[in-house]
């Protein structure tokens, strides 16, 4: 029997933008709306899209080898899986999500103190009650099936909930009160799973592969030719992640340089480039970059 990995992944906000890191490094999963069990062109992957949620306790269960999840949803399950890299990415965005505690504009709530007997709606109830222990506050967290920004003025005093660039927050009229925990993208194993060989080689190299997909995300390789009497000047301009590359041209006459830069910053560079004489230049995308 060959062997096959059993691997969690997010369906719902993350689905999209995981399907698109898979892609980068190198595994195509074409997904029906009408499936969980999609297609993968890894015969070694069997793969199942499940709620964030869930699919830390199923990887401490065992009943899947390795998935991708929230710190959040480790943390509020307290799931006892092996964490094998944080993976920064989001539904919008490669930064951290948050979950805060948010009232309506109008509350006098100014600090969690305030909050002493009152009612918060929240889907992270674990999380929620660890943090008012550690702040000495006695509430009544209630779990929230969803809407939750639609509940504080109805059914609810606030509500712990997460955002990423706080615009629902704000279009919701809440404001935040208080950031309690930072989260970002975790691929976890389980403890068993990790102990055969075969699965943590196939494990680590999905890992390596992710990592590589995500650090190219957001950077492109610029190529320039470049005279010799005008190199150290464009040398001091390019912001490379490491050394650039530099090739002595066929004929002598100077250098081909190679680097990876924030394609962000390629708008400003290139015009300078030009006006220290580099010419030939080729921007290109890239899909890894493997340190």
């Known amino acids: 029997m060959s062997n096959i990995l059993k691997l969690g992944l997010p369906k719902g906000s993350l689905q999209e933008s995981t399907l698109a890191i898979f892609k980068k490094a190198g595994w195509n999963i074409l997904m029906s709306s009408r499936t969980y069990t999609p297609y993968c062109d ?63 504009d109008e509350s006098p709530v100014k600090s969690v103190k305030d909050l002493e007997g009152q009612h918060i709606s929240t889907e992270v109830v674990n999380l929620t009650q660890r943090y008012l222990e550690e702040h000495g506050v006695k509430a009544q967290v209630e779990f929230s099936w969803g809407a939750t920004e639609a509940k504080p003025r109805l059914l609810s005093d ?90 002595q041209l066929y004929n ?15 708008r400003e560079i290139i015009p300078n480039l030009i006006q220290a004489g580099a010419t030939d230049i080729i921007e290109y995308p890239l899909n890894k970059v493997i340190p």
């Open 42 to 104: 890894d015969a070694e992957l069997e793969i199942l899209f499940l709620r964030a949620q869930e699919i830390a306790r199923y990887v401490e269960q065992g009943i899947l080898d390795a998935g991708i999840t929230g710190r959040d949803w480790i943390l509020e399950n307290d799931a006892q899986v092996e964490e094998i890299c944080e993976l920064v990415y989001a539904k919008a965005s490669l930064r951290p999500v948050r979950w805060v505690l948010a009232v309506p």
């Open 158 to 247: 606030a509500i712990v909930e997460v955002t990423e660039t706080g615009s629902s927050l704000r279009a919701n009229n809440l404001r935040i009160v208080d950031t309690i925990l930072e989260s970002t993208t975790r691929f976890i194993a389980n403890r068993e799973s990790c102990q055969d060989s075969w699965k943590r080689q196939k494990i680590d190299n999905i890992a390596r592969l992710l990592q590589s997909g995500i650090m190219a995300t957001g950077r492109v390789g610029l190529k320039m030719n470049v005279a010799a009497e005008q190199l150290e000047q464009v040398m001091a301009m390019l912001p490379a992640m490491k050394t650039p590359t530099v090739s």
């Open 252 to 266: 002598g006459s100077g250098a081909a340089v190679e680097v990876i830069v924030e394609e962000q910053t390629v």
